[in-house]
């Protein structure tokens, strides 16, 4: 079965850049697609077809996908971005749904 | 405006089938394309998808939790049930329903959950 690995915690300071990563096996042939969930909420889609941003995300929340690793990139963060973010991808080889085990995004 | 809204049983019991219904609005699940999901998630853990269904009434469903799972929609087409049955503790989790849209195998639109206690 296909496994999504995230690293647990990234952790960064106001007005820097967040990296957060999501590994596959050959994942840059898939559409990675990424959610963040503040404590207490549901999830909210931030990050679809690994860079296209829905209505109402902020241009400093980005997306890539190459080779074995996609990645949520976060600029300029501010407080408010400190949540859980999962990465998702359809796993067309079982037909099924697979979440990353998530990170959790820490503002120093 | 989307919206979908879970409703069940808060408390079951170990052994128990659970029976949680995904009410939305919005949208039509007569639409090609559009699915509803449901997605778990234990206290403190990751989230865990579950099962699937399609505008088409074709289905989805996680390998590990197929056995136990089911997924019917209601002819009018604005409720998912969702199914899990012989229940146990490390089923409590807050579950969630959502929308997928058109072929796009990403959830797009989200409930705000309902945590089940699965305990005696």
């Known amino acids: 079965s296909y496994v999504l690995t995230q690293p647990p915690s990234v952790s960064v300071a106001p007005g820097k850049t967040a990296r957060i990563t999501c590994g596959g096996n050959?994942?840059?042939?898939?559409?990675v697609h990424w959610y963040q969930q503040k404590p207490g909420q549901a999830p909210v889609l931030v990050i679809s077809?690994?860079?296209d941003r829905p209505s109402g995300i902020p241009e400093r929340i980005s997306g890539s996908n190459s080779g074995n690793t996609a990645t949520l990139t976060i600029s300029r963060v501010e407080a408010g971005d400190e949540a859980d973010y999962y990465c998702?991808?359809?796993?067309?080889?079982?037909?099924?749904?697979?979440f990353g085990g998530g990170t959790k995004l820490t503002v120093l | 405006q989307i919206t979908l809204e879970e409703s069940g049983p808060t408390l079951v019991k170990p052994t128990q089938t659970l029976a949680l219904t995904c009410t939305f609005s919005?949208?039509?699940?007569?639409?090609?394309?559009?699915?509803v999901g449901w997605i778990r998630q234990s206290p403190g853990k990751a989230l865990e998808w579950l099962a699937l269904?399609?505008?088409?009434?074709?289905?989805r469903f996680s390998p590990s939790l197929k056995s136990r799972l089911t997924i019917t929609r209601d002819t009018s087409k604005t409720q998912v049930v969702l199914t899990m049955t012989n229940m146990d503790p490390v089923d409590t989790a807050t579950y969630y329903c959502?929308?997928?849209?058109?072929?796009?195998?990403?959830?797009?639109?989200w409930g705000q959950g309902t945590l089940v206690t699965v305990s005696s």
């Open positions: 077809y690994d860079r």
């Open positions: 050959n994942i840059g042939a898939k559409s």
């Open positions: 919005g949208f039509s699940l007569s639409t090609r394309g559009v699915g």
């Open positions: 269904i399609y505008w088409d009434d074709d289905k």
């Open positions: 959502a929308r997928m849209n058109g072929f796009s195998y990403y959830f797009d639109s």
């Open positions: 998702q991808v359809w796993d067309n080889s079982s037909d099924r749904v697979v």
